[in-house]
């Protein structure tokens, strides 16, 4: 059998070593990119990222690299997002004013904001736990990329900013921040998209990315239709 593919997309501003070394412990072959047909090529991309939305989105048109994008997603490959590569995902974001993202997964990317009289300190970095979301699609994380993790399970996080999906019912885990319950992990036809860095998470973080390895080996073009659960 082929060792599978996985394209991730270098669009200057994601932390791709730590990416790549997670793929490669997987058992993916791995091609880090900002060409076209190396990322319409592969079986599968990641679209990862750090750093601001407006700079994210320039950067990706600037590479040309919206179009692949978005036709991969189309095409039903197993597609990840990670960080702000999951913000980008959505239709707009309020960092510094309001920027449209790539419009795949209605909704919008806002601030943490301080409540109760108390400033909260952001970016949030560090450890914090994951929970099950609360909707009608009860097995949603066991379909998943979380199959396997245990409910509870700490993730790693760095951001200042979280996804609030328009539909509820794509939302795989939830996590809170002083208060503040926010969306950590959707799930969205063939996309899994994670505010968290699983590739910094340890081995909770590899077994998300040996799930990834597994549904790209398959071949299931369309792994993570909605319309199944």
Same mark, same amino acid.
């Given at each position: 059998?082929?060792?599978?593919?996985?394209?991730?997309?270098?669009?200057?501003?994601?932390?791709?070593?730590?990416?790549?070394?997670?793929?490669?412990?997987?058992?993916?072959?791995? =091609?880090?990119?900002? *060409?076209? $047909?190396? !990322? %319409?090529?592969?079986?599968?991309?990641?679209? #990862?990222?750090? +750093?601001?939305?407006?700079?994210?989105?320039?950067?990706? =048109?600037?590479?040309? *690299?919206? $179009?692949? !994008? %978005?036709?991969?997603?189309?095409?039903?490959? #197993?597609?990840? +997002?990670?960080?702000?590569?999951?913000?980008?995902?959505?239709?707009?974001?309020?960092?510094?004013?309001?920027?449209?993202?790539?419009?795949?997964?209605?909704?919008?990317?806002?601030?943490?904001?301080?409540?109760?009289?108390?400033?909260?300190?952001?970016?949030?970095?560090?450890?914090?736990?994951?929970?099950?979301?609360?909707?009608?699609?009860?097995?949603?994380?066991?379909?998943?990329?979380?199959?396997?993790?245990?409910?509870?399970?700490?993730?790693?996080?760095?951001?200042?900013?979280?996804?609030?999906?328009?539909?509820?019912?794509?939302?795989?885990?939830?996590?809170?921040?002083?208060?503040?319950?926010?969306?950590?992990?959707?799930?969205?036809?063939?996309?899994?998209?994670?505010?968290?860095?699983?590739?910094?998470?340890?081995?909770?973080?590899?077994?998300?990315?040996?799930?990834?390895?597994?549904?790209?080996?398959?071949?299931?073009?369309?792994?993570?239709?909605?319309?199944?659960?």
């Amino acid at each position: 059998m082929s060792v599978p593919t996985v394209a991730i997309v270098d669009y200057g501003m994601g932390n791709l070593f730590s990416v790549q070394q997670a793929c490669h412990i997987v058992g993916l072959e791995v =091609r880090i990119t900002s *060409l076209k $047909e190396d !990322i %319409l090529d592969s079986d599968s991309v990641i679209l #990862p990222g750090v +750093g601001a939305f407006a700079d994210a989105m320039a950067a990706l =048109r600037e590479r040309k *690299l919206i $179009e692949p !994008i %978005l036709e991969t997603i189309h095409s039903g490959k #197993p597609f990840m +997002g990670i960080c702000l590569g999951m913000q980008l995902l959505f239709e707009e974001s309020e960092e510094f004013g309001r920027h449209r993202g790539l419009g795949v997964i209605p909704g919008a990317v806002i601030r943490f904001k301080s409540n109760d009289n108390k400033k909260l300190k952001v970016p949030y970095i560090g450890w914090n736990r994951i929970e099950k979301f609360p909707s009608q699609n009860r097995n949603l994380w066991e379909r998943s990329l979380l199959c396997g993790i245990e409910e509870g399970a700490f993730m790693y996080f760095v951001h200042s900013y979280y996804c609030v999906p328009t539909d509820k019912s794509i939302v795989v885990s939830r996590s809170e921040y002083h208060g503040i319950v926010y969306c950590s992990s959707v799930l969205f036809d063939n996309i899994f998209a994670c505010q968290f860095h699983p590739e910094r998470s340890g081995n909770t973080g590899l077994t998300l990315y040996r799930n990834f390895m597994k549904m790209t080996q398959r071949g299931e073009l369309r792994w993570l239709r909605r319309k199944m659960l």
